[in-house]
DNA sequence: CAGTGGTCTAGACCACGAG
DNA sequence: TCGTGGTCTAGACCACTGA
């Protein structure tokens, strides 16, 4: 039935369940286990694997949140059909966006400030109005074209210390997580049309009138505390919004 | 510390996972338990509440997959601070959208038909190149005013049965799942603007070149199966779409 | 009926974080 | 050092499925 059970190792660092799912996943990438087949029940795995069954639960209960397996009752696990990129719905931000597009990415900074939080911009990053907040307002480039214009605004108290880096051709993200500490793991957006600011229209280099995709979002850390809020500007000619929802 | 034990009770026919997930979700509800703050640790609620501790983590894993709670390494598990609307990137539908924003859905139809698939609709819906597929029509409607132009396509091995079925202002989705058993899961989808096709500005009642978001999808079944292609024409300067990420 | 996943127990040892 | 969550075991009974 399984191949060789060499591939568990009791004395590895490495848990257990994590190397079960490592070879679940083998099993199916290398297509050994097909779409649709059935596996192992949890009884078969925690016999010949040597291993408790409430362990070999942990694996699959996992595989099946990634979407890579599903259960009937009664009846056993099963692979489900690939065609979806594994993941749901990532959090994802334009540096990561772009390179996953095979795109360079790249920031052009034209401002950076300390202001006073308006009543609006209070709501959205939880503080009190008149409280600090850092404005970064960028052009972000793809393949060197202007792609986005996006202004963001983070609790001065959470992210002064992006204020001392050079933020030019930087991902925001890396920066807030390896300098501040900020764990970003959630948040919100909206998608809309909108229209540029004809101030701004020459940076994108499009006309005022031209239709653009606004992205707002807000984003959260594990403990639900929001670190940015921002706006941007997509050229709705050249970008093209993907999500992946789940029930 | 716990105001009463008397929540749990061993002989309900309902899992006591599941009675200590409702528990601790009502005290996070009611403000015993507030945001930022430790909630007892795994062993003490197994104490106290006289259940093993593998089924206080079955709990609280799941709450924290479903960012009430999150635990840090040593310290122990913390109320998330909630802001965000629990549920992540719901697979939602016009009619639970438009109902979520307070507002009627209704769609009329104005095509059903049975055709043979294209080569793009072969591939999307994993099918082969001349098989039957239903095409869907529908002008979407909230509260009387024209919002969306949907034009679905599914396979007819699946979804022969709602071509039986009154399609005017009822849910796709609901039929699909009441009369052809299917159990949509999964989606992905795209977001880009687009123009009005001439021929059905006036059905929207707008003209050619407003921009419009159009909402390319593709719906799986749990086991990966795909059962429905849909483009949507959304009002530009009436809809914004919203999602929630996390990593 | 036998086999499946769903739930549950009462232990155990580990690595990590704080004082 | 002590308490935390992370991992793991070897059992158990249940409800559901298909034959």
Redesign the pocket.
Known sequence: MLQNKVRID?KS???????LKNFIKKQIENGIWKPGEL??????LSEEL??????V??A??ELVNEGLLF???????FVAKPKLDQNLTKLTNFTSDMLSRGMKPGAKVLVVNTIQATKKLAEKLNLLEGDNVVELFRLRLADEEPMALERSFLPYAKAFPILEEELENRSLYELLRSKCNLNLVRAKQTIEISYCDPRNAALLEVTADTPLLLIERVTFTEDGEPVEYVRSYYRGDRYKFSIELSV
Chains 1, 2 share one sequence.
């Open positions: 009791k660092p490495i848990p257990i369940y994590y190397q596996i192992p029940s949890e009884r078969e040597e291993i408790s069954r409430m362990t639960r942990q699959l209960i259960r009937k009752r009664g009846m056993g696990t």
